[in-house]
């Protein structure tokens, strides 16, 4: 497979994008979803101050080879950083917009061991099924903060599987958000597709593989985040995440992310040791974040240092 050269601007490569792109199927529903999450948090307020939503982005976008998707090509993610950092962020009283891939991991669900989910229950003598005691606190726990997020008004939860859904989500989000100005915050953990196959240049059925060598031209996915920041929602504040296994370029590429799309912060991790620890890149200073303990989540440190960051930003003139 190879790369595509493009010829076309920078705006003709996001409108051929969602042009070419399957339509979503639940489109109005979704639109009926934000639309009551957004006129319901914005007429709220924490501690005397008009309540913050952020989109948190959340695992692999897929890209199908094929309409009736047999094969897709995917990115690495588990979506555990995504569903860890709702979590904090909805403990600093954000209102969060959970954009996550199908069945990555889920908020609230973090802490719960990797049993498999029979694990947790058992029979009782008069079968009636109940949580096993080993796992009764934690589940309680989670239990718990999800509803209450939920119930809240805290939680609204949309999944995505293609880098076609994803995106035509994100706009929606972002359009649908903008109104927050700078009480917005863009959360992209997601790891995102660089290369697809236009649905209109794509096989309909199944690839055959007695016809030989598959020989398959890939195309550029436009960068959306120049869009975001520009059109969507020019006053949110942005972080993106940069994902390298080469620690020699990782912070010259978080650098050349920032000034590029005109991040805010852009949160640098390696392949090798992003749970440990991540850098935190603004135009002025670079921050190391190192997980405290065997047990914590760097994500706990990671929420405290943006919600600083952009309570700095909501000061700003
Ligand atoms: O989910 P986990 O297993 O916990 O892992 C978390 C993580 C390692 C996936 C996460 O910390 C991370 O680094 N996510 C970003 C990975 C990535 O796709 O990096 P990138 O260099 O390809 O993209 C950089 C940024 O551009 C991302 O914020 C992405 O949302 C954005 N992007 C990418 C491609 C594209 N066409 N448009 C975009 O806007």
């Known amino acids: 497979m190879d790369s595509s050269t493009q010829s076309e601007s920078p705006e003709e490569e996001v409108r051929s994008f969602f042009d070419s792109a399957p339509h979503l199927k639940n ?9 009551d999450f957004v006129d319901k948090n914005s007429h709220a307020s924490e501690n005397g101050k008009p309540r913050r939503i952020v989109c948190v982005t959340s695992g692999g976008t897929t890209v199908p080879l094929e309409q009736r998707c047999v094969r897709y090509i995917d990115n690495f993610s588990s979506g555990h950083r995504g569903a860890a950092s709702t979590e904090y962020f909805v403990r600093a009283g954000y209102a969060v917009i959970f954009l996550y891939r199908r069945g990555s991991c889920q908020p609230y669900c973090t802490y719960l061991p990797e049993d498999s989910f029979l694990d947790f229950f058992e029979l009782s003598e008069d079968s009636t099924i109940q949580v096993r005691q080993s796992h009764s606190a934690v589940v309680k726990k989670s239990i718990r903060d999800y509803h209450a997020a939920v119930d809240h008004g ?12 994803y995106l035509q989500i994100l706009q929606m989000v972002a359009t649908s958000i903008s109104h927050f100005g700078s009480h917005g915050m ?5 790891a995102v597709s660089d290369f697809y196959v236009p649905w209109n240049d794509m096989a309909e059925h199944k690839i055959q593989s007695a016809s030989g060598p598959l020989d398959m031209r890939l195309t550029q996915v436009p960068k959306m985040l120049s869009v975001l920041r520009k059109e969507w929602a020019p006053s949110a504040f942005c972080v993106s995440f940069k994902l390298e296994t080469d620690p020699d370029i990782l912070l010259k590429k978080a650098d050349a992310a920032l000034n590029k799309y005109q991040m805010h912060v852009v949160v640098a991790n390696l392949l090798a040791t992003y749970k440990q620890e991540v850098v935190a890149v603004t135009k002025s200073q670079r921050t190391t974040i190192r997980k405290h303990s065997q047990e914590a989540h760097v994500e706990e440190q990671i929420i405290e240092l943006l919600v600083e960051k952009h309570a700095d930003y909501l000061e700003q003139p």
Do not use: G, H, V, W
């Open 27 to 35: 489109s109005d529903l979704i639109t009926q979803r934000l639309k």
């Open 154 to 165: 805290f939680l609204l939860e949309l999944p995505f599987t293609t880098i076609f859904e």
């Open 186 to 190: 863009f959360y992209l953990a997601a």
